[in-house]
């Protein structure tokens, strides 16, 4: 037994009871040399595993060759595969099923519930995940929908209400409850970190909106594509960092919202989800023409 091997054995017997020592491939030794390695690992681990739970073993015992000879004198090889020996490991393992068979039970049922428990704690959290991309997605949609063909330049810096409704759904699908209010502050303290891109999105809908007033809506047509796609991907971008703070308890964390809106702006990809947005609307319109 090395030293590392030793070790490992003391840091196991800190922790757990009780420990089996198995000498494995034991079919590789004759009977004394056999005997004498069990009995150098009983006076290595005393104190530490009981010699009735050192045992030797041969999980699958090498293969050897045999000569056999058939019904009419012919020599022939033959492989032979001997079987496992784990007796007197079953031997140790039912003494202490015996023993303690009801407390081992106990330890692996609370294990498999602890296992069970975390499984179905994922699954709850991958299905609000969905939820809350399609939640997103759809508010997104009409948002841009909305700012893109809405001829009435008002009317489009009042679409960013919507989300606020959005933020209200997200809450609820992580189990969170907020008023309007609250979550109307909610949209203002990621638009105010998100900084300089929520001031080109909103600019962006504020000089769209200018012209739609001067050319009486006229220029819906150009700006309708551009400006719903920006618009979507300013919703997004809102929906996102609202559903990672309802997903960790309605908390930015240690280092506040900054961090947090910087790795969702990091990991979107601007161009293609502005793309798709455009490709969205122009299915939406599509439809209600």
Excluded at 141 to 154: D, M, T, Y
Excluded at 181 to 201: F, K, N
Excluded at 242 to 263: D, H, L, N, T
């Amino acid at each position: 037994m090395t030293r590392d091997e030793y070790q490992a054995l003391l840091q196991l017997h800190e922790k757990t009871q009780p420990l089996i020592l198995v000498l494995n491939k034991a079919d590789r030794l004759n009977e004394a040399d056999r005997d004498t390695l069990l009995a150098h690992l009983t006076r290595r681990v005393a104190g530490i595993i009981p010699a009735q739970r050192i045992v030797a073993a041969s999980a699958r015992p090498d293969t050897y060759i045999q000569i056999a000879t058939d019904a009419e004198g012919r020599e022939h090889e033959e492989t032979i595969q001997p079987a496992a020996d784990v007796d007197a490991l079953k031997t140790v393992l039912w003494k202490l099923l015996e023993a303690d068979g009801k407390s081992y039970a106990a330890l692996n049922a609370s294990v498999f519930a602890g296992k069970l428990s975390e499984r179905v704690g994922q699954e709850i959290v991958a299905a609000r995940q969905h939820l809350a991309e399609n939640i997103i997605r759809h508010y997104a949609l009409i948002k841009a929908v909305g700012v893109a063909v809405n001829p009435i330049p008002a009317v489009d810096l009042l679409a960013l209400a919507a989300d606020a409704t959005m933020i209200v759904h997200l809450s609820r699908t992580y189990g969170i409850d907020i008023t309007r209010h609250q979550a109307g502050e909610l949209v203002r303290t990621i638009a105010l970190q998100t900084g300089y891109l929520m001031g080109t999105v909103y600019g962006i809908q504020a000089l769209s909106s200018l012209l739609k007033g001067l050319t009486a809506g006229l220029s819906t047509v150009l700006t309708a594509g551009a400006q719903g796609g920006v618009a979507y991907y300013g919703s997004y971008v809102i929906g996102k960092a609202a559903e990672r703070y309802f997903a960790q308890g309605a908390s930015w964390g240690a280092g506040g919202a900054k961090p947090v809106i910087e790795e969702i702006l990091r990991d979107l990809d601007k161009d293609t989800l502005i793309q798709e947005a455009k490709t969205s609307i122009a299915q939406y319109l599509g439809k209600k023409s």
